[in-house]
């Protein structure tokens, strides 16, 4: 199995500092960034979708 090519451009992003959030300052600041970005992609997802 190889890795696609958002996996790619994710790391080769990284790898250059792009496209990074953090450090966080405790788990909770971590998981309100997660919840947030998982609810913008629902959002989208559900835009899409109809």
């Known amino acids: ?19 990074i959030y953090g450090p966080f300052d405790s788990d909770s600041s971590l998981m309100d960034a997660l919840d947030a970005y998982a609810s913008l992609i629902s959002s989208f997802l559900f835009y899409f979708q109809t």
């Open 1 to 19: 199995m190889t890795p696609s090519d958002v996996t790619l451009t994710a790391m080769e992003a990284a790898e250059n500092s792009q496209d």
